[in-house]
Every structure is written in C-alpha cells, then in structure tokens.
C-alpha cells in the first residue's frame, strides 16, 4: 500500500494520540518525551512502505511507536547523563495531561514499576483494543495478550492501592 508523505502526515496527525501516550509512558523526563515522540514518527516515516493495510493504521503506529520505544528505552539505560533539563513539561497542553490531570500523574507513575511489554499491553487495553488486535500489535499469541492484560491490570491496581492513592 502506496502512502504518500500528504497522506502520511495526516494519519499521523489524526492519531497523534497514540504517539504521546507512548513516549509519556515510556518517558518520564519531558526532554526525553520530545526525543521519542520525534523518533518515533522518524521511524515510521522510513517503514511505512512496508504498511501494507493488514491492519489499521492505528495498529499499525502502536507497532512502531512500541517497537521504537522499546530500543530507545534500552539506549536511554545506558547513558549515564540522564538528568532532567528541565521541569517544564512541554506535553502539558496536550488533550491526555488535561482531563484528570491528577489521575493521570497517579497512573503514569504506577506505570513507571511496569516493563516495557506491560506498559505496551496497558496502552493498547485502554484504546479499547481487543485482546486478538493486542496479540497482532505485539506479535504474540490471543490467550497470551489476555493473561497479559489481566496480570497487567492487576499490577497496576496492586500498586495504585499500596501507595494510598486517593481519586
């Protein structure tokens, strides 16, 4: 499937979502956000000849931004420079920091004890999709990304509780 960068640029526009909950689950430094974010879209735009419409494009990104996400967090370990530049998050204006904000500063940071598969099932969950889409996103099997999902869940709900936080 031929997409042009018009095309392109505007499927990415139109699920820019998916981009910034990937690199602000990911990263918790806002500096570190904008490099991923960035990283991500670089490494779609150079596989998206290999988009062949199997799937939606939205799976399609979740892919990528998954993937990308997964080696940028390994070459992110091993620098030894990884101090914050600044406090000011530029993500703060985005649709996903404003609704609920404490809320989701409280689910980010029960994220942070997640591994990088989990933190992948846990997005995908909430964007409503089913366990056989979350299966094709990450390569796995339809009863694997179930378990997943359900050990996910229940980690999460384990930590949130065992900190005391309060909705």
Known sequence: MKITEKEFLKKVEQHK???????RIYCSHPEDRKDLF???ILQMWKSVKRFKG????????YQVAINTALVFHKKDKRRP??????TNDAFANDPYQQKHEKQLAIFYQATEGLNEVEKAVILLYMDGYS?????VALGITSSNARV????T?????????????EF
């Open 38 to 40: 960035q990283e991500i």
């Open 54 to 61: 199997n799937c939606q494009f939205s799976t399609w990104m």
């Open 81 to 86: 420079d990884n101090i914050p530049l600044a």
């Open 17 to 23: 979502g998916i981009l910034l909950k990937v690199s």
């Open 153 to 165: 869940k229940n980690k999460l709900q384990n930590t949130i509780e065992a900190q005391n936080y």
């Open 148 to 151: 997943k999902v359900n050990r």
């Open 131 to 135: 366990s056989d889409q979350i299966a």
